[in-house]
């Protein structure tokens, strides 16, 4: 899987955007990148994932460059309950092939 | 729908006690994991299974054992533990299918003095 690199952490007021980037010059063409985020205590909880186009569901949208080498999530109105450690994970899509989470970027949502 | 529940949710041992932590799936998946996670680090795989009856090594699988039951349960086993082994543990299923996310329990926090 390809390494990916985020920033530790991150300060979003509350109302705005979030936007999350994301490094993985390394990306192969056939590997996905994923979201996850880990509120305090919880386990992770699947956010979005991705190949090539920009993909959006009800929690966030994800946006992939062209050349595919980063990637941003964007949470378009970040609440309190959206403060979290957020991953970014780049992997085949094999069925039963393992995740490798890093050490992700820990956003906190200011009122 | 429970989804991946993990016993206990909490526990303490002395150094050199064993113990097994145990995870069940209703969600009829194939592929388990058990990760385990340090304070102010990202999650780090032990072992997983993709089908019942096989198991694989992942990042860190030293003093550890795993059992796959069954298709429904996953256990992790500490044959003699110490205190670096103190972390919260997660348990993890991931469906069929190519997109099929993972879903993980609400962890065991486990102190070992």
């Not at chain 2, 998946?29 to 999650?43: A, E, I, K, T, V």
Request: charged share 15%.
């Amino acid at each position: 899987d390809a390494k990916t690199t985020q920033p530790t952490s991150m300060d979003c007021a509350e109302g705005r955007a979030a936007n999350l980037p994301c490094n993985h010059s390394t990306i192969s063409g056939n590997e996905y990148v994923y979201w996850y985020r880990q509120i305090h205590s919880q386990g992770p909880q699947y956010i979005i994932h991705g190949l090539k186009n920009n993909e959006t569901n009800e929690m966030a949208s994800l946006i992939i460059t062209e050349d595919r080498k980063s990637s941003t999530l964007i949470l378009p109105h970040a609440t309190l309950r959206d403060t979290a450690v957020y991953y970014c994970i780049v992997r085949v899509e094999t069925s039963g092939s393992r995740l490798t989470f890093g050490e992700g970027t820990q956003l906190t949502v200011n009122p | 729908n429970a989804g991946v529940t993990q016993t206990p949710k909490f526990q303490v041992l002395k150094t050199g006690q064993s113990m097994t932590l145990q995870c069940a799936q209703d969600m009829n998946h194939n592929s388990m994991y058990w990760y385990r996670q340090d304070p102010g680090m990202g999650l780090r795989l032990i072992y997983y299974s993709a089908s019942e009856g096989t198991t694989d090594k992942g990042e860190v699988p030293n003093g550890y054992n795993v059992s796959r039951l069954n298709k429904r349960e996953f256990s992790l086993r500490l044959e003699s533990a110490a205190p670096s082994q103190t972390s919260v543990y997660f348990c993890a299923s991931k469906g069929e299918g190519a997109f099929s996310p993972l879903h993980f329990g609400n962890g065991t926090r486990l102190t070992v003095t």
